[in-house]
Structures are given as structure tokens and as C-alpha cells.
């Protein structure tokens, strides 16, 4: 299989007159780019939901009071999930600059 995958992206990379390195790069990039759409779409519809733009506000907003805990312990923890994800997957991309 691997000799496969090398035969594809060597005539690839032929035929859009790039290197392999140059092309990989290319595709990684995007891919990168890819899942920090589909991260950030997933950030903005629970920062949607509370009205807020980070986890730090929602752990503010719990703090005062203002988001019931019991009920959104699960978004918070998914939103700081993804917070972290997309901060790791912006520094692969500038990395990739």
C-alpha cells in the first residue's frame, strides 16, 4: 500500500508540476485548515448557546451565577476541548507558513 501511496503522489505531484515535499505540505495545510473549520464551527455554536466567546467566560458566567452548571458541564468541557484543539492546530498550520 505504501508503494502505492508514494506512486500516486509522485505522479501528483508530476502532473501539478510541484515537488512531493511541496505537495504534501499543500495537502497538509489544507487538511489542517479543514478541521480548524470543522473545530470552529463547533466552538461558535456552544458560544452561541451561552452568549459567550471562551471558556474563561463561562467559567466567569458560572462563577456570578449566570449559566447553570448542572446543565452545561458537558458543553464547557467539549468547549475547552476544542479550545485547546484549535490552539494546537494553529500553531501546526504557522508552523507549515
Do not use: C, P
Not at 467539549?78 to 508552523?95: F, G, M
Amino acid at each position: 500500500m505504501t508503494a502505492t501511496i508514494d506512486s500516486v503522489i509522485g505522479s501528483a505531484a508530476q502532473e501539478l508540476q510541484m515537488t512531493t515535499e511541496q505537495l504534501m505540505v499543500e495537502g497538509l495545510r489544507l487538511l489542517l485548515n479543514r478541521r480548524l473549520r470543522e473545530i470552529n464551527a463547533k466552538i461558535f455554536e456552544i458560544t452561541g448557546r451561552y452568549g459567550i466567546s471562551s471558556v474563561q467566560e463561562m467559567e466567569e458566567r458560572y462563577e456570578a451565577g449566570q449559566i447553570e452548571e448542572a446543565e452545561s458541564w458537558r458543553d464547557y468541557q467539549s468547549l475547552d476541548h476544542l479550545q485547546y484543539k484549535q490552539d494546537r492546530l494553529n500553531e501546526l498550520i504557522e508552523t507549515l507558513e
